[in-house]
Nanobody
Framework: QVQLVESGGGLVQAGGSLRLSCAVSGRTFSSNAMGWFRQAPGKEREFVAAITWNGGSTYYADSVKGRFTISRDNAKNTVYLQMNSLKPEDTAVYYC????????????????WGQGTQVTVSS
């Protein structure tokens, strides 16, 4: 069974940085891609970034390009989201997702989800 545990969320001022981590256990060979999504209160879940385990190919939402970097450490079974130049509109619960066959912006294509970690960016 696949389990995802996120950490690294918190409160930062605009312009600051945070690094989120997602520790994965029980990874299967068919789980090729990992993703990060976020959801603000009253809004739909939004794609942020994705990465493949084997090739490290990345895919970003336009809203975070140039500011966020997704990476992975295969030996540690961990995926990271480095968030720089944070803006108040980045405030949301951030979710780690696993199980997609390829990097995808569609949440429905990911089979496993973490519990979420709160990121709050103040003005």
């Amino acid at each position: 069974q696949v389990q995802l545990v996120e950490s690294g969320g918190g409160l930062v001022q605009a312009g600051g940085s945070l690094r989120l981590s997602c520790a994965v256990s029980g990874r299967t060979f068919s789980s090729n891609a990992m993703g990060w999504f976020r959801q603000a209160p009253g809004k739909e879940r939004e794609f942020v970034a994705a990465i493949t385990w084997n090739g490290g190919s990345t895919y970003y939402a336009d809203s975070v390009k140039g500011r966020f970097t997704i990476s992975r450490d295969n030996a540690k079974n961990t995926v990271y989201l480095q968030m720089n130049s944070l803006k108040p509109e980045d405030t949301a619960v951030y979710y780690c997702a696993a199980g997609a066959k390829a990097t995808s912006l569609y949440a429905s294509l990911y089979d496993y989800w973490g519990q979420g970690t709160q990121v709050t960016v103040s003005s």
